[in-house]
T-cell receptor
């Protein structure tokens, strides 16, 4: 069975502070891992995926297979980063399994 | 030129009614999905479908049925609506390209069952 765990339901940081949203996964094969973001009452948008090893809006995430983690990081948070963030993985069935989400609030 | 669209955006209905939510994608993707986001913002897969295979999440009641008139559409039909069906339903689509499979989501349909 595949599972994604986001231990923090709520996370608040001040503008300009570093932020890290934690994600751990459980999957027996080689999963594809993603971070999706959902701004207030909007659709889910892909933020980044581990295969691309890219940085989007200043966010990065590194896949650590030893720790089965895919934490999302940004060195300097901005107010517009406030949103719900979902970590997700796909396995062989191509269906996304989501974590429970972390609501990030960046305070002025 | 919206990539994945859903109608309606809001749906308010009485318990026991039958309703449908439509989804269309113009990305040329081969696989479409339905997800349910509950009141606690938890997202869960309901179905995935391509022209060869329908995969149903075992926890989905059989009152829910996906219907695909063609590759660009996957509609969600719900019979005998219950209070617990109130949620936001998201459609998504994807295609496997060069080993990558990224899902793109519709804007969601907020269903309220009274």
């Amino acid at each position: 069975a595949q599972r994604v765990t986001q231990p923090e339901k709520l996370l608040s940081v001040f503008k300009g502070a570093p932020v890290e949203l934690k994600c751990n996964y459980s999957y027996s094969g080689s999963p594809e891992l993603f971070w999706y973001v959902q701004y207030s009452r909007q659709r889910l948008q892909l933020l980044l995926r581990h295969i691309s090893r890219e940085s989007i809006k200043g966010f990065t995430a590194d896949l650590n297979k030893g720790e089965t983690s895919f934490h999302l990081k940004k060195p300097f948070a901005q107010e517009e980063d406030s949103a719900m963030y979902y970590c997700a993985l796909t396995g062989s069935a191509r269906q996304l399994t989501f974590g429970s989400g972390t609501q990030l609030t960046v305070l002025p | 030129d919206t990539a994945v669209s859903q109608t309606p955006k809001y749906l308010v209905t009485q318990m026991g009614n039958d309703k449908s939510i439509k989804c269309e994608q113009n990305l040329g993707h081969d696989t479409m999905y339905w997800y349910k986001q509950d009141s606690k913002k938890f997202l869960k897969i309901m179905f995935s479908y391509n022209n060869k295979e329908l995969i149903i999440n075992e926890t989905v009641p059989n009152r829910f049925s996906p219907k695909s008139p063609d590759k660009a559409h996957l509609n969600l039909h719900i019979n005998s609506l219950e209070l617990g069906d109130s949620a936001v339903y998201f459609c998504a689509s994807s295609a496997r390209t060069r080993g990558r499979d990224t899902q793109y989501f519709g804007p969601g349909t907020r269903l309220t069952v009274l």
